[in-house]
């Protein structure tokens, strides 16, 4: 059974409050950082800090290489290589333009502001 994706947009670890990798072929929410695991029992993610389990390192390796396979969806809308990235050297992906403040590309190439700068919206003139 898989996880509802808003449910998944709310997740976090109970012990740093940051983002699970959620394996649904495994029925866990797996934290890299802290290598530990976290049940999906019929639907339901157990998310009791004393319920979690730590993993052996070459399990840990074996849900890494997995997730940066593809097998993985990451919680509180992150993207699965952003939780993975700084513990597999291999898994990198080209990244595009660098975004603005609002995750807008273009403000970026229009020297890093808005692309409406100065324009309140309330169609009143500026004096």
């Known amino acids: 059974m898989s996880l509802d ?3 998944l947009n ?3 670890c109970p012990i740093d409050k940051q983002a699970l ?14 290598r ?12 009791l800090a004393e319920q979690g389990q730590t993993v052996s390192e070459d399990r840990h390796r074996d849900l890494l290489r ?3 396979d593809g097998a993985a969806l990451a919680t509180l809308q992150m993207a699965p290589r952003d939780v993975i990235a700084g513990y597999l050297a291999d898994v990198r992906t080209p990244a595009g ?8 590309q273009t403000a970026r190439a229009q020297g890093g502001r808005p692309a409406r700068e100065g324009k309140s919206g309330s169609g009143e003139d500026a004096a």
């Open 5 to 7: 994706p808003l449910l």
């Open 21 to 34: 990798l959620y394996l649904a072929e495994d029925g866990v929410l797996y934290n890299p950082r802290l």
């Open 97 to 104: 333009p660098p975004a603005g403040p609002n995750g807008d």
């Open 66 to 68: 997995r997730a940066a």
């Open 36 to 47: 530990r695991v976290y049940r999906v029992s019929d639907g339901i993610p157990v998310m």
């Open 10 to 12: 709310l997740l976090a």
